[in-house]
C-alpha cells in the first residue's frame, strides 16, 4: 500500500480553510519520531509495543525499524499539526524479529534502560516470551486460522470509525502486484481502477457503509 505519491512529495488537500497531509516520517527528524511516538502512545497505549514503554517506541520503532526498511509511516497533519499516523511493512510478520536479529545488543540496552524507568515493563515482556513459547502461538495452523479473522476485524473496527466520524467512503492506494491486497480488499466490497497518477497502483474506493 502506498503513503504518499512519493518519497519526498508531501500529499496534501484542502476542505475550506483546513489543510491536511499526509507525508512519511523521517527517521533522522526528532520532530517526526517525537510526533509518532506520541501519537502511538495515545492510540494505541494500549498495544503489546507501547507498553514496552516510549523510549523502545522512539529509538527502536520509529527509528531502527524505518532505518531498515523493515517499516514504513506516515504522519497525518491538520493545518500542519500531526493529528494520527499510519505505519505498515512490506514484509512477513516476522519484521520486528529480524531487526532484533540485527540489533540485538541495541535492543538489549534499550529493554534494560526501559525497566529501569517502569519496572512494569517487565511483566509484559515476560508475558509476551510467555506467548511466543506456546506451540500453537508458533504453527502454521494458526497464522492460517487467525489471519483472516484478525484482518477483517480491523476492516470492520475501520468502518466503525469512518460511520462514527460521518466518513461516507475512503480511498486507497495498492501495488497493482500485490494480489493479496487486492483480492483482500475486493472482498471486503470495494471497487477498484488504475491510478491516475502514473504509478503501477491501483486505487480502491471503499465506501464505509457496506
Not at 540496552?109 to 515493563?121: F, G, K
Not at 495452523?141 to 479473522?149: A, C, N, P, S, Y
Request: contains cysteine; proline residues 3%.
Amino acid at each position: 500500500m502506498k503513503i504518499s505519491r512519493a518519497d519526498t512529495e508531501p500529499d496534501a488537500w484542502r476542505d475550506g480553510s483546513v489543510t491536511h497531509q499526509l507525508r512519511e516520517v523521517d527517521p533522522a527528524n526528532q520532530d517526526d519520531v517525537a510526533a509518532i511516538t506520541r501519537l502511538h502512545l495515545t492510540l494505541l497505549g494500549h498495544g503489546p509495543m507501547a507498553r514496552l514503554g516510549e523510549l523502545f517506541l522512539r529509538r527502536f520503532c520509529y527509528t531502527v525499524l524505518i532505518k531498515d526498511g523493515l517499516l514504513r509511516a506516515a504522519l497525518y497533519e491538520v493545518d500542519g499539526r500531526p493529528a494520527g499516523f499510519i505505519a505498515y511493512t512490506t514484509r512477513s510478520i516476522t519484521f520486528h524479529r529480524i531487526a532484533v536479529r540485527r540489533h540485538w545488543v541495541y535492543v538489549a540496552l534499550l529493554t534494560i534502560i526501559s525497566v529501569a524507568r517502569d519496572p512494569r515493563i517487565l511483566l509484559h515482556l515476560l508475558k509476551g516470551i510467555r506467548l511466543t513459547l506456546l506451540p500453537e502461538y508458533r504453527s502454521r495452523e494458526f497464522v492460517r486460522r487467525t489471519g483472516r479473522r484478525i484482518s477483517c476485524e480491523l476492516f470492520a473496527r475501520t468502518r466503525e470509525y469512518f460511520r462514527r466520524e460521518k466518513i461516507a467512503s475512503f480511498r486507497l492506494l495498492v501495488e497493482a502486484d500485490n494480489r493479496e491486497a487486492l483480492l483482500f480488499y475486493h472482498a471486503m466490497g470495494c471497487s477498484f481502477r488504475h491510478a491516475p497518477n502514473g504509478e503501477q497502483t491501483v486505487e480502491l474506493i471503499c465506501a464505509a457503509d457496506h
